[in-house]
């Protein structure tokens, strides 16, 4: 609960937002509910609900796997799985998701660790598949609290891992263990090895669980390289090596395999971002995701390659850049590369300049050329602008008005929905089914991706010859056992607990959400603040009670309805005031919030937060 | 300015969020300040700068027709145009906006009518072209400010319209006038036919606005019935009839002229639609808009002839068909209709449900049903569900929700991204390019859109051999003027007012933009009240200050931030305070909410609305 803190509380929380009178509460009851001056003493919060659930799992048994995904099952975001066998427990991925106007003024949504924090003994280690927020975004967050585990990942996303960190002030230096393509890990009784997939960033890997009963395969992100629906060679090969072994249990990506078909190859976006560049007679302005790696490092190095000069403008843009330069990443593309200053001394038809804010963020480099409000970047009727990204729902809007300015000011603007300028990293339905062909697992268990999307996946897996009861559609939190010796696949009844754990970028620890709930009701209705002062000697409203509103009504429209409601908070004050010594003041306050929330309903069909502040002299 | 109305007010607007002390109050200047006790007495706000703006217009000369669009040419939505000539104004559509998370708790956007207000005597007449909100929905909010001028609508458009001001009470009756399609009505020296257009709604129009200089066309919103990219015969014939006459100026819909091609044609929705209808084995669940009326009389035709049984289920869905039903436009169907109630008697796969909440909306049918809410209607899993609509932006997070739970109990569901059961109203590049061509307009300028899809418009109008001094790109409020005489286009410098005019649903009037910023700085950081009680002998503050607070932080887990929040309180009042008599409270808030600002921010990086409240006893 997080109720106004006054000077007179202890609010029945029931009644908040309730308008009608509460029946039990007369004169005689004031010393029952009494007043308290700090009712806030409670310090440690009761146990939740999802710790006592979690309390009662009972512990794994012989020849059990067990496979909990955290997050990542309800959402395209915050991925987390673990897998526990006998004493052992290796966790993959602790990512973000990034909540939308459900949660107003929440940063991020991380997974709910309490499981493992329950059992983090156990833990041997966090194997990162690649260095996307969504997979390693919660790092900062969830270290800590897992026991700061070895994590093992490849070069360059623990680069990304460190950067991060580095942010967080305060934290303890991670434990990280950089792995190789080819090595496989012994931890505890499991192994891990590693295999390369195609995604959108480079050094990006499935993993490959070794247990006594099989390998466990999480293929982490990905899509399969083709031509024209046939499969590189360069896969077959990988997938053929894979699908030959012994594969108990295959997790992939459900993100896009409700679109039909193969999705358009990375490759073609390559060649076709290549013709542009070569032929666009301005200056070329590339908008995308610093995430993008892979197409960003392709871009300066064809601009090297064609004689054409590189500016990078954006924070997250540069730091990616910086960082797939000191790992060797970027090598004949760097000096291509010029300062944004220099930009003037070379003729707009041999500039490129790689910026982000591609989805219409308000700060970022684009939205801030199309607001005019760029230092060195302004537009003229001989640019062109390539927004080479995917829109994120919930972001349609903020892309519109960057396309507006900029067409505005005379911009070509190129765009996925009009040109091959994008591609997605995640396998689409038949890239799906072709990956689980290859791979042949006895057991299947979709992930990344809301449920829908799961069940699609569930259904390719059918149709690949696999079985309804070998198949698990996970939740957040659903303990998915496979016995090793029966060689079945089920769930247990118990879950582990898989609340909404939201955080804050800057600010310290998590976001509670009656805070949320509050921030919901605020932006629809606004709030209203009365300040009635009692005279103790007469119980009468002294002078005429004061009001504050914000987001309610336009109150300077609004004369007669403040004045109707001032008469209204001192009459109802006043009768129940009553003839109380010493006066009950959550009783005075429930009144007001009914009366005047009813009045004001009545009036302008808003409900705003009404806060009721009584002082006696 | 929505002050906060407190005992003591009249606070420097200028300085209410920001953080560094006032430099020029002093305990001197007290009663320049001064306290005053109801400073809301400006009853009558002053002009607005619109309104200045508007009344400098020159008047319109002879031979000039001035086009002005008052919404739809920086948005899709809020459609309506205006044409002048001599001492005649005629306007086209009167629509509404839904706006996004930029206007919380708004439910509408209109346009601002400023111009025409300044000028009703003028308008002869409101001309509606077809029946969707976004061309009739402000007809409430606009009319009566516009004189209530005559309104010409074809007989369904003329029943929405009623349909929608009997929603409104105590609103003047509507000086309703019916047209037939060939019908052409004189209208001071101007003349309007109508014409028949492709669009999603029946009796859909385009107008044909005659002026002794020639034909403006205002096409309303239109698509092109095609086969294969090739126009159907009868759209061939109506274009080449109205391209022989004499057309000074074309106005047409650019919503979806950024897309290639042709679209998809809405009689081969129908075809699939016919073809799922008739093949599927269990029940089927159709959610869609309820303004997409063709296709919905389509349904339940065909359901008829296939022998099947449906259920209307939705508010809207149910008032449009009804209407469809008394005009005569369904009638086949209406022998397949059954309640829902009568839904058991007959065999899942006879069953057609139409339903509302295709979009994800929280309280539609689809939604209930998902939510296992719906006192009939529940899923299991040999339903399917086809979600026949595209996704409005905004609304992706409510259709994923939406598809999730349906899913998760078991329903079968097809949607536009998997099959073609759904295509668009507007007209595509290759269909905006032959429109033009047939037309063959002197001017043209692109409406209904977004400025970039103008732009997009702009030069599709450009390949069709149009020169770029012959089309201007409209912003909203601007006065684009024909010189008959001359033959040329051009714009005034001076713009009739558009500013954004936000609208309650269910509230009486206009919401205020400083109302809707306040909303989102609350939705986002919350509000902080600080209440302290000043002893005016001792100028102390008497007790501990109290503080209010929701959508911020988490108060019971924030009790240090309180604590030491309480003491700056104390403190910061009592400095401000010092030995002033009487007591300047404008300053002593402003000092609370620069200190107490500050000091949040640097402990939570949140800036909550700070609102300090002082008493004297």
Chains 1, 2 share one sequence.
Request: glycine letters at 8%; proline letters at 5%; one cysteine or more.
């Amino acid at each position: 609960m997080n109720e106004p803190e006054t000077m007179h509380k202890k609010i029945n929380p029931a009644r908040r937002h309730s308008y009608h009178r509460p029946k039990n509460i007369s004169h005689s009851n004031k010393n029952i509910i009494g007043r308290t001056r700090h009712p806030l003493q409670a310090k440690r919060p009761p146990l939740r609900n999802e710790e006592k659930r979690g309390s009662s799992i009972p512990p794994i048994e012989k020849d059990i796997i067990r496979i909990i995904p955290f997050g990542g099952v309800e959402e395209v975001g915050k991925n987390m799985t673990a897998f526990e066998y006998g004493d052992d427990i290796i966790v993959v991925d602790a990512g973000i998701y990034f909540p939308g106007d459900e949660t107003p003024g929440v940063d991020y949504v991380i997974p709910d660790t309490t499981y493992l924090e329950e059992r983090k003994s156990k833990i041997r280690g966090l194997f990162i598949t690649h260095a996307h927020l969504d997979h390693i975004g919660a790092i900062p967050y969830v270290q800590e609290k897992l026991g700061n585990p070895p994590i093992y990942a490849r070069k360059l996303s623990a680069a990304f891992i460190q950067k991060r960190q580095s942010e967080f002030l305060h934290l303890p230096k991670l434990d990280m263990r950089i792995v190789e393509r080819e090595e496989k890990i012994k931890v505890g009784s499991l192994t891990v090895s590693f295999f390369a997939v195609t995604h959108t960033i480079p050094e990006a890997m499935g993993l490959i669980i070794g247990t006594p009963h099989g390998n466990i395969i999480h293929s982490g992100d990905l899509k399969i390289d083709h031509k024209d629906g046939e499969p590189l060679s360069f896969e077959v090969e990988e997938f053929t090596k894979i699908g030959n072994e012994n594969n108990l249990c295959l997790l992939t990506d459900s993100t896009n395999v409700d679109r039909p078909g193969f999705g358009f190859p990375e490759r073609e976006v390559h060649e076709n971002l290549r013709k542009i560049i070569k032929e666009t007679k301005g200056r070329l302005i590339i908008g995308t995701f610093a995430s993008l790696l892979e197409r960003i490092i392709y871009i300066i190095n064809t601009a090297e390659e064609l004689g054409k000069k590189v500016v990078i403008d954006g924070r997250s843009m540069k730091v990616n850049i910086e960082i797939a330069r000191e790992l060797g990443l970027l090598k004949k593309g760097l000096k291509s590369i010029i300062p944004i200053t220099e930009m003037e001394n070379h003729p707009p038809e041999n500039v490129i300049i790689l910026a982000t804010g591609a989805q219409g963020d308000a700060y970022a480099v684009l939205m801030r050329v199309a607001n005019k409000q760029h230092k060195y970047i302004k537009i003229n009727n001989h640019d062109t602008i390539i927004l080479s990204s995917s829109i994120i729902p919930g972001n349609e809007r903020g892309v519109q008005k960057l396309k507006d300015n900029l067409s505005r000011q005379g911009a070509k603007i190129l765009h996925y929905a009009i040109a091959d300028v994008h591609s997605s990293g995640h396998a689409y339905k038949d890239e799906a089914a072709w990956i689980i062909k290859m791979l042949n697992p006895k057991f299947f268990i979709p992930i990344h991706g809301y449920h829908y999307m799961l069940r699609v996946h569930k259904a390719i897996a059918e149709s690949q010859g696999l079985s309804d009861k070998n198949i698990v559609i996970p939740d957040n939190g659903m303990i998915v056992e496979i016995d090793g010796q029966k060689q079945t696949i089920s769930q247990l009844k118990k879950r582990a607990p898989a609340g909404i754990v939201m955080v804050d970028a800057l600010g310290q620890g998590n976001v509670k959400d009656v805070v949320v709930r509050d921030r919901k009701a605020l932006a629809t209705d606004g709030m209203f603040v009365i300040v009635a002062v009692i005279d103790i000697k007469t119980g009468k409203v002294r002078k005429s009670p004061d009001i504050i509103s914000r987001g309610f009504v336009y109150l300077k429209e609004s004369q007669d309805l403040l004045n109707q409601t001032r008469l209204l908070v001192k009459k109802t004050t006043e009768n129940a005031v009553g003839e109380m010594h010493p006066i009950n003041f959550d009783y005075v306050k429930n009144s007001l919030r009914e009366t005047i929330g009813k009045f004001l309903y009545q009036q302008t069909k808003k409900r705003p937060i009404i806060l009721p502040v009584i002082l006696e002299v």
